[in-house]
């Protein structure tokens, strides 16, 4: 592939997306390359509603085959919440702090039971030709009481990875790509691109 568009302005993200795709695709391009594109309401549903819309519009807005990618925490005890509204548990613009004590307040009462969780990762592609492409990656945890680790970003502070003894932040990165929902999710799109002509 020449060229894809990754329907996100985080440059970080692009970047790790970059690197996972190397000599598959030419060039990645970002939103925040292209200033003219619209920004998409994330009002869907699911990871899935959402990533789908923002690859739609941005692929409809650019022309470019694009790749888009919704993701968030689902906690058993809380039925699925924070859920699609995971960056904005506390409030419009809440920072990953205020989501976390939100997220542990939350918790405080409930059995130990309710803290099982997931990190969820939907990635979605589409082509100009209307191909259009659902991936998805899923890891397993429990919320811990307190914040361990500096790496990441989020709610990995809270969530101990099942069968590891560690959070999220505290793996090391490349062993974080490796099992996250994130790197699982962008692991089947690479599958996938290395099928199409």
């Known amino acids: 592939m020449i060229q894809l568009l990754v329907a996100t302005r985080n440059r970080g993200k692009v970047k790790e997306i970059r690197a996972f795709l190397d000599g598959l695709v030419d060039q990645v391009l970002c939103a925040a390359d292209l200033p003219e594109l619209p920004e998409t309401v994330e009002d869907g549903a699911t990871f899935q509603d959402n990533a789908l819309k923002k690859a739609r519009e941005a692929c409809q807005a650019s022309g470019l085959p694009t790749l888009a990618d919704d993701s968030g925490l689902v906690v058993d005890g809380l039925d699925g919440a924070p859920g699609v509204i995971s960056a904005r548990y506390a409030g419009e613009g809440a920072t990953d702090d205020a989501n976390n004590r939100k997220l542990l307040q939350e918790l405080a009462q409930r059995p130990e039971a309710s803290r099982k ?81």
């Open 117 to 197: 969780a997931a990190f969820i990762c939907s990635l979605a592609f589409v082509a100009p030709d209307g191909t259009e492409q659902l991936f998805e990656g899923r890891v397993r945890g429990t919320i811990i009481g307190q914040p361990q680790g500096e790496n990441g970003f989020g709610y990995d502070p809270l969530f101990l990875v099942d069968g590891c003894e560690q959070t999220m932040a505290e793996l090391p990165v490349a062993e974080k790509n490796l099992i996250s929902h994130r790197g699982q999710a962008l692991q089947a799109f690479k599958e996938f691109l290395s099928r199409v002509p």
